[in-house]
């Protein structure tokens, strides 16, 4: 790292090591997954999300309260909302990811579109938090925990 003064006070520091290249190639990989998992809710296509995920993945959702596994998140969960929800999205730009070798944590709210039991739309908003693991398939999720945003949990 190189620190450059100027009258005395730090002016910018420059990371130098090579590491820090790997760590944005990595946040960008992360993105990706992000990316492509928005993508399978947007299609309600539950078998590419799935390879997103790791088999034994346990998860916490906004109609499961816990999903012990890929097979059970899927039939409890996403059978239950990817239905009646559009224009899925995780806000990258506020996402806060971190990685640590070959293990990704993400914390990021999304949107998206609800529809009511009548069928009429509304805004669906929440957060999510989401462990990635790097395997031999690429980065795959082995816990999510996705709820409604507080002030939004009571809307239909």
């Keep these: 790292m190189e620190t450059r003064r100027a009258a005395g006070r ?12 790997r760590v944005a190639a990595t ?3 992360i993105r990706d997954w992000l990316e ?30 816990r999903a012990d596994g890929c097979e059970q998140l899927v039939r409890e969960q996403w059978r239950k909302t990817w239905p009646v929800t559009r224009d899925f999205r995780f806000d990258l730009d506020l996402a806060r990811i971190d990685v640590v070798g070959d ?26 938090s989401i462990v990635l693991r790097r395997s031999g398939k690429g980065w795959l999720a082995v816990h999510t925990h996705f709820s409604l945003r507080p002030d939004a949990a009571s809307a239909p």
């Design 10 to 21: 730090i002016q910018a520091t420059f990371r130098t090591d090579p590491r820090i290249r």
């Design 36 to 65: 492509a998992f928005s993508s399978a809710v947007r299609s309600a296509d539950y078998a590419r999300g799935a390879r997103l995920f790791d088999p034994v993945a346990l998860g916490f959702g906004t109609v499961a309260m």
């Design 27 to 29: 946040s960008a990989e």
């Design 103 to 128: 293990v990704a944590w993400v914390a990021s709210t999304w949107s998206s579109t609800g529809f009511d039991a009548g069928g009429a739309p509304f805004p669906r908003v929440g957060r999510s």
